[in-house]
């Protein structure tokens, strides 16, 4: 079986680092008889250069034709003048809603090798393995109305609109208590019942999904702004967490930086059939664009979990992840993990030492 890989590498440091994930990606054709066919096309900023628009519509149809699609990151300071609806982060969220790709999976591990990197004490990270599951394309972010209006006073309003149904909250809380079925069983839903409506209908749908289908998983409900404090405070106490698109965006940045850097973590968006789009969970970093020094680990990784949930290859997602632990354990770091006694690396440097410990592994 052949499949196909949509890669889109996008801006800022997003194509050095998609760069490493080909040679991954190659690796395993040559070494281990994976048939890829992959193509490439532009999103973003790069979308609106080539195409006029973030998301061209060769990009959506060569994604929606693929099984799978690799994604570096999108965004810019050049494009920030432009209407919302041309900026490079439409590109994203037109891919997230015209795929269908609801549930984002973002797993928050610590690499005992880099223990040292994180902000938090050894004590209260060391062993952290948290799942973060996301809404992606329904509440806030995508609901209507939304605008800037003026009213009959003459002063201008922002206005958005927070709205789940009960099937998009049915459909993100079976795939989260799917995940802490194969994971070690406790699910926590993060809402903000006391003040929202819409929250609350999340956790009256979450409980009674528990309630019903899933009496083997230990359900608990937290508030978001309290979840945010537990993240920090005992992260350890977390197995699965799912929440509506926008408290995920804000709790995944968080429990991404206590691994000790957002430059390690992957992500997964999938639709209902296990299609999905896989991209690093940090963004464009235009700061260091063009420098060699990013860190290609969390888009290396991202093909570890394209492997598991799209290509049903979850014995070479292992490979991967123990590539990585091996130069981790070589002492090999890109500046965000630098710590006294490895060794800094830069971008190609990174890539090309996993590909190494991936082939000799083989
Ligand atoms: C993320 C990003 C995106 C989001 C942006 C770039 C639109 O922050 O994937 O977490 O808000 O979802
Ligand atoms: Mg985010």
């Not at 999103?43 to 998301?55: I, M, Q, S």
């Not at 190609?348 to 030492?353: I, L, N």
Request: proline share 5%; with cysteine; charged share 25%.
């Amino acid at each position: 079986m052949t499949y196909k890989i949509a890669i889109l590498p996008g801006d800022g440091i997003g194509p050095e680092i998609i760069a490493e994930a080909e040679k991954i990606l190659s690796c395993l054709q040559t070494e281990f008889g994976l048939s890829l066919e992959c193509e490439h096309a532009p999103v973003g900023g790069a979308g609106y250069e080539a195409a006029g628009h973030p998301l061209p519509a060769a990009t959506l149809q060569l994604a929606r034709a693929s099984d799978a699609v690799l994604l570096g990151s999108v965004g810019g300071p050049r494009w920030d003048g432009l209407d919302r609806a041309l900026r490079p982060e439409q590109g994203l969220l037109g891919l997230r809603a015209g795929l269908g790709l609801f549930a984002n999976l973002r797993p928050a591990i610590l690499y005992p090798q880099l223990a040292a990197a994180s902000t938090l004490k050894p004590e209260v990270v060391s062993g952290l393995d948290i799942m973060i599951v996301r809404e992606l394309t329904g509440g806030i972010y995508f609901g209507t109305p939304r605008g800037i209006r003026i009213r009959e006073d003459g002063q201008r309003e922002g206005f958005n609109t927070l709205i789940y149904s009960e099937s998009e909250i049915e459909r993100i809380g079976r795939c989260a208590f799917e995940i802490a079925r194969k994971r070690a069983r406790r699910l926590c839903s993060v809402d903000k019942a006391n003040v929202l409506e819409c929250t609350e209908l999340w956790r009256e749908v979450i409980t009674g999904l528990g309630r019903e289908e899933y009496k083997d998983v230990e359900l608990s409900h937290m508030y978001v702004d309290n979840a945010a404090m537990q993240l920090v405070r005992r992260p350890k106490q977390f197995d699965v967490m799912v929440t509506t698109n926008m408290f995920g965006d804000i709790l995944s940045d968080a429990a991404a930086m206590l691994t000790g850097s957002i430059g390690m973590l992957p992500s997964a968006s999938l639709d209902s059939r296990g299609k999905g789009m896989y991209e690093p969970i940090h963004g464009s970093a235009p700061d260091i664009a063009g420098k060699g020094i990013a860190n290609p680990l969390a888009t290396i990784l991202s093909v570890a979990m394209m492997l598991r949930y799209s290509l049903d290859a979850p014995a070479l997602a292992v490979r991967i992840e123990h590539a990585v632990g091996k130069v981790l354990d070589d002492g090999l770091r890109t500046p965000d993990i630098a710590s006294p006694g490895t060794r800094t690396v830069g971008t190609r440097e990174m890539g090309d030492a996993v590909a190494g410990a991936l082939r000799s592994g083989a």
